[in-house]
């Protein structure tokens, strides 16, 4: 079976019959712009009062207010709902505001929450300030056990946080076998951030309550936009809306036009992307059996059977372009080499056309000691790739100026 594209998402929400029934043409036009516009305004008008009664009719449908939705936010929505069926989509300003709008909708009745201990720092930070002011319990799970900790059945006032594949090593969680039962209890939030956009097993979509995304990785994928998707089931859906609201934290409209321009290009980009990807790993293989690279991270593809079958269950499609790998080097004198890369440049974030290349120990871990750092296991001299759009046999050069 050939998979469900965001390109084919893109052809339904922006076919000639959905165009013609939200957007009549206007005076004088005989046609259709091919690129949907940017609607900026922060408020719409009603003609009369019967015109109001519509909107209070399907709120969460419509636009009134700039900070509850814009066009351009319901058209991003729209697109990103036919890859996840089951689920609404919601628009945030960034992929931290989706997670903090999430766990406020879920706050009433929150007890305790679950982490893994290889997350996201700020989500990190995010639980401990939650920790810190509230009586909601902060528990740390290893990211292995996960599948089991679900199967004995999340309760009722629990929020089970996970992310996969992993940061920065790549790890693949297994969530096969994952039975919810009957009477669903409790919230799984899954941030997808580095599995791309979409094209999630529906198996693994049975399993979670809440699909969180950074739009500023693979999705906005120029390194132009900093955004958030978050997708819900339908009793989370007026929650949501209204944390959104209550909270401000919705995507501004230029941004969500940006995103959708974006989408565009998504599959194109993470075809040469994964691609430059394999070739980088092909090349890093080589100078592993040289003796100059001791460990390669990337989602199942040094992987025996039942690895991939668990890549396939947590992935679906794209496995996407993040490398990180181990030198045989200390991390002092790749501090040193980084700053001769040609092609690749030492940024944090990733999944963008511009490859970007990172020591996490000194970008997004610096506050951590080296005890810190060996208690979440991480090694001191890791890199991280995020192979780009770029020449891969320059990317190759690039690693040896790292490795060699
Ligand atoms: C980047 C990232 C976030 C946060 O997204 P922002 O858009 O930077 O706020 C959350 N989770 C993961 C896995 C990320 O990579």
């Known amino acids: ?187 799984v939030v899954l941030d997808a951030t580095l599995a791309g956009l979409g094209d999630l097993p529906p198996a693994l979509l049975e399993i979670v309550d809440v699909i969180v995304y950074s739009c500023t990785k693979y999705i906005g994928g120029h390194n132009d936009v900093i955004g958030g998707l978050a997708l819900v089931r339908d009793a989370l859906r007026a929650p949501l809306w209204e944390a959104r609201s209550r909270l401000g934290t919705i995507m501004p409209p230029h941004d969500a036009h940006l995103v959708v321009r974006s989408l565009r290009t998504f599959d194109a980009r993470l075809d040469r992307q994964e691609e430059g990807a394999r070739h980088v790993l092909r090349h890093l293989a080589q100078r592993a059996d040289e003796g100059l690279v001791q460990s390669i991270h990337y989602p199942g593809e040094f992987a025996n059977a039942h690895e991939a079958d668990a890549v396939a269950f947590a992935l679906g499609g794209p496995r996407g372009s993040l490398v990180s790998f181990v030198p045989n080097r200390s991390r002092e004198e790749l501090a040193e080499r980084i700053g001769t890369l040609r092609t690749a440049r030492m940024a944090p974030s990733f999944g963008s056309v511009d490859s970007l290349v990172e020591i996490p120990s000194y970008m997004s871990h610096a506050a951590a000691s080296l005890d810190d750092l060996a208690t979440m296991g991480l090694e001191p001299n890791l890199v991280r790739f995020s192979v780009g759009a770029e020449n891969p046999a320059l990317l190759a050069e690039d690693i040896d100026r790292l490795v060699c």
Do not use: C
């Open 1 to 187: 079976m050939s998979r469900y594209t965001v390109s084919d998402a893109l052809t339904v929400v922006q076919s000639r019959a959905a165009l013609a029934a939200a957007n009549p043409s206007a005076p004088g036009e005989h046609g259709f712009p091919l690129v949907s516009g940017m609607q900026p305004s922060s408020a719409h008008h009603f003609l009369d009062s019967a015109a109001l009664a519509a909107y209070h009719a399907a709120k969460l449908d419509s636009v009134r207010y700039a900070r509850d939705a814009s066009a351009n936010t319901i058209e991003l929505e729209r697109i990103v709902e036919q890859l996840h069926p089951g689920f609404r989509a919601f628009a945030f300003s960034s992929g931290m505001s989706a997670i903090a709008s999430v766990l406020d909708a879920v706050r009433p009745g929150l007890q305790r929450l679950h982490l893994p201990n290889e997350v996201y720092r700020k989500t990190v930070a995010l639980g401990q300030q939650l920790a810190a002011t509230s009586p909601v319990e902060v528990v740390t799970y290893p990211t292995a056990a996960v599948a089991a900790q679900l199967s004995g059945q999340p309760e009722e006032g629990e929020v089970w946080f996970v992310e996969a594949p992993s940061n920065p090593h790549l790890r693949v969680v297994d969530l096969r076998g994952v039975d919810r039962g009957p009477t669903r209890t409790g919230v």
